[in-house]
């Protein structure tokens, strides 16, 4: 098992030797290299046993660092950083030639994002390298917010994990790109449609799954637990799944079973995508065979909840 502790300095010294390291962001636990070593992202890459088509996101600590390995930020996006940096947005731009190709995996974009984690934006500020970071689990499966997911399925093979406690978004940031001059969204996540249009006006949402994606984190089969996921009504899925070998995983209401998950009693969105993970987690430990799951409103951070759950029942 890895070591879980606080130790900042800790964490850079084994990120200057090209070792990795899980880090807390707001959003979820990272699996973290020197970006700017290949060797080391690499290494990424391996403890997540990633395909190499499947791009990393870059962490800066501001705005001035991001200007330093993208070539330009046009003004849309730079207002949209300015809004909502250190957060969970995730900005596409135009990569220099700094970054290394496999961090893009060949494309002239990169994914760069400014995380919002006391702990890891001061391991940023002391660094003197950027830090590729996908979320810190085996490839397509649920990501981590606590030091203890991380360490349940990666802790053999990594020596620290940084911990910040438990994510306070609890789901994936916000991925925002550019289609020749139109504003698109690729990854629904902890920042809302309704946050990123009040700064950006309309924009197009293009975070469905498709064939051939253009962020694996479209696949359609992804952050996928180890039971089988069945979406509808709960009162008309317990007519068809037997209760006994079924979780039950609701917005808001009880229904009185051992194996169930409530996501916010209050009904409040954040609570819910806190919880999130931490519920699908909790479902591949109980014993059952099914895990029935309603969809909750299509609103605020509601989307990319239901974008999960979808992802989640989707079998390939
Ligand atoms: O909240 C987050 O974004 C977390 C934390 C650790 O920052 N990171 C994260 O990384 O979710 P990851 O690798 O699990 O998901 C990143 C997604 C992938 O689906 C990848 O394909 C997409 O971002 N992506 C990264 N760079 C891209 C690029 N240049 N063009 C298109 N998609 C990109
Ligand atoms: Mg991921």
């Known amino acids: 098992m890895a070591e879980i502790g606080t130790d900042i300095l800790y964490a850079k010294a084994l990120l200057e030797q090209g070792e990795v390291v899980a880090i807390p962001t707001e959003t979820v636990y990272g699996l973290a290299g020197n970006a700017l070593n290949v060797a080391s992202v690499t290494k990424i890459f391996e403890v997540k046993n990633r395909p190499q088509f499947d791009p990393l996101i870059v962490h800066v600590p501001d705005i001035d660092k991001a200007q330093e390995y993208v070539s330009d930020i046009p003004e849309p996006a730079r207002k949209l950083a300015e809004r909502f940096w250190p957060g969970p947005l995730t900005l596409l731009l135009p990569k220099k030639k700094i970054i290394p190709d496999l961090v893009t995996s060949g494309m002239d974009t990169v994914g760069i994002r400014c995380p919002n984690h006391p702990m890891t934006r001061q391991l940023l500020r002391e ?58 969204i690729y990854r629904m996540g902890g920042l809302s ?118 992802r989640a029942a989707a079998v390939e």
């Open 127 to 184: 660094l003197p390298f950027p830090l590729a970071a996908p979320s810190a689990n085996p490839f397509g499966y649920v990501s981590p917010t606590t030091p203890e997911h991380v360490n349940e399925q990666l802790g053999d093979k990594i020596a620290y994990i940084l911990d910040g406690g438990p994510c306070r978004v609890g789901i994936e940031s916000t991925i925002v790109g550019f289609d020749d001059d139109v504003m698109v």
């Open 193 to 310: 449609l309704e946050q990123i249009e009040s700064v950006a006006g309309t924009v197009l949402v293009q975070a469905h799954s498709t064939s051939n994606p253009k962020a694996p984190g479209q696949l359609k089969s992804h952050y996928a637990p180890g039971k089988k996921v069945i979406i509808g009504t709960i009162e008309d899925l317990l007519q068809q799944y037997p209760a006994h070998t079924s979780g039950l995983l609701t917005f808001q209401t009880d229904f009185n079973s051992p194996y169930q998950y409530i996501l916010s009693p209050s009904g409040n969105l954040e609570e819910a995508a806190q919880h999130l993970f931490t519920a699908l987690r909790a479902f591949d430990k109980m014993p059952i065979d099914y895990i029935l799951v309603e969809l909750l409103p299509e609103e605020g951070l509601g989307r990319a909840i239901n974008d999960r759950l979808r």
